[in-house]
């Protein structure tokens, strides 16, 4: 199997209320709660990312956010390094809510993160991509899963995810079925932004 360099989308989701008031502080900007992959459903790229593999790259992936190194760029490159020039976020935090990959992305103030900003400030619909390396196998005409060689590079801002359900303005917004623990820390946010305006 020849190894190739895999990048899959899902559309990011954000809170449209936070950004303003994030960007109205001053502080920085995280988007919380973003699906970043899905393991096992096949997605709109035709691939299937066994949960094994996902987890183990999650798992391994944890160390550059520790190190403060889990950048990501506006758009896709074809390449399997990530180009610092173009860097628009830092992953932060990285879980599984059952078989989604999450994450809580941290725009940063780089000429990508400012053209990201304001692209969120606007509304425009984006979505969040893995990009990494490994090889692929034909499960039919329409399906291909991911091998064991698979090693995640990063997650990059993108146009058109191929991850469903990862566009940044569909999981966060009010009303969005996001469970028990998004309901309980939208309702400490709500708490801490009232707290601080006394």
């Known amino acids: 199997m020849t190894e190739q360099i895999l990048t899959d989308f899902t559309y990011l989701t954000y809170d449209r209320q936070m950004i303003t008031e994030a960007l109205g502080r001053g502080g920085p900007l995280i988007l919380k709660n973003v699906v970043l992959q899905t393991a096992n459903q096949k997605n709109q790229n035709g691939r299937i990312y066994p949960m094994p593999i996902l987890m183990r790259e999650a798992e391994r992936y944890k160390q550059f956010i520790t190190e403060r190194r889990a950048l990501g760029e506006l758009d896709h490159p074809e390449s399997p390094v990530v180009n610092l020039k ?31 900003k304001e692209l969120l400030k606007n509304n425009i619909k984006l979505g969040i991509s893995s990009r990494g390396l490994g090889s692929i196998k034909e499960l039919d005409d329409e399906t291909v899963e991911v091998q064991e060689d698979f090693s995640l590079i990063c997650f990059d801002v993108v146009s058109n995810p191929s991850t469903e359900g990862a566009f940044i303005n569909e999981s966060v917004l009010p009303g969005a079925k996001c469970g028990a623990w998004c309901r309980v820390n939208s309702l400490v946010y709500d708490f801490m932004s009232e707290v601080t305006r006394k």
């Open 86 to 116: 173009n860097v628009s976020h830092n992953l932060t935090e990285l879980w599984f809510n059952g078989e989604n990959l999450m994450g809580n992305i941290e725009v940063l103030g780089t000429p990508s993160g400012n053209i990201l």
